[in-house]
């Protein structure tokens, strides 16, 4: 079976220099992500805030956390010293916590607005209107302890390559349309597109951090 080293380099050689890999280490224990960080690799993704904080409490400070699951207010204070990235921010309140939390640690976190892009009622995310909404709100320049660095969304989960694919193509647009709102904190710079069995499609189409997990540990 090959070691995660391998499986990591083997799905970063088949990416385009502008995506990076993210390590998606929800449910594996402390044990696999020094593995993994010992193979040199230093981007990994959680799903909750609570698992993310006790791994990140006992793993080297150098890991960038990436938080790209639902998350709730009431939460973030507990990976407001630390996290790198939330990829999940899906309401204006939700970004107003954050950034309070930021300040408390004088910091500045960077978002991803979470747009709604699938087939299907389970995923969470912000319609193109909403997100409009938050990026034309004349509060959002008092929030300078966070930038929106840019957009994040999840496929439907199918076997239609081609739906998956005119999926990506729209949150891609909608990305490139959102450029015109940059200002002093918001930054279209990241696309976050694309899981195990769909980043080469999400590469293919732009995205710039795939989330992969079974690809790199195999099925849970």
């Known amino acids: 079976m090959p070691s995660i080293a391998q499986n990591i380099n083997q799905i970063e050689q088949q990416l385009p220099q502008t ?5 998606v280490t929800k449910t594996k224990p402390v044990m ?13 993704g959680e799903n909750k805030v609570q698992e993310m904080t006790e791994k990140y409490n006992l793993l080297p400070k150098d890991v960038e956390w ?21 990829h999940s921010v899906d309401s204006f309140k939700l970004l107003q916590e954050i950034n309070k ?11 991803l607005l979470q747009i709604f892009i699938a087939q299907e009622e389970t995923k ?41 694919t005119v999926e990506f193509k729209n949150l891609k647009t909608l990305f490139e349309s959102f450029k015109q709102y940059n200002s ?5 710079k990241e696309l976050s597109m694309g899981m195990s069995g769909d980043y080469i499609i999400a590469a293919q189409e732009g995205s710039t951090l795939i989330r ?9």
Not at 19 to 23: S, Y
Not at 69 to 77: D, E, I, M, R, Y
Not at 101 to 111: H, L, T
Not at 212 to 220: K, L, T, W
Request: net charge negative; hydrophobic share 40%; with cysteine.
């Open 184 to 188: 002093s904190n918001v930054e279209m």
């Open 212 to 220: 992969v997990g079974s690809a790199i540990f195999g099925s849970r």
């Open 66 to 86: 990436h938080m790209i699951g639902h998350l709730q207010s009431n939460k973030v204070k507990y990976m407001a010293p630390y996290v790198s990235m939330v």
């Open 124 to 164: 969470f995310g912000l319609s193109e209107q909403e997100a409009v909404e938050i990026l034309t709100s004349p509060e959002l320049s008092s929030l300078t302890n966070i930038t929106i660095a840019g957009l994040m969304g999840m496929a439907s989960n199918t076997e239609n390559q081609e739906q998956i």
């Open 19 to 23: 995506t990076k890999l993210i390590a």
């Open 101 to 111: 939390e930021a300040k408390k640690n004088d910091r500045v976190i960077p978002c």
């Open 32 to 44: 696999v992500l020094q593995e993994t960080y010992d193979a040199g690799f230093r981007r990994f």
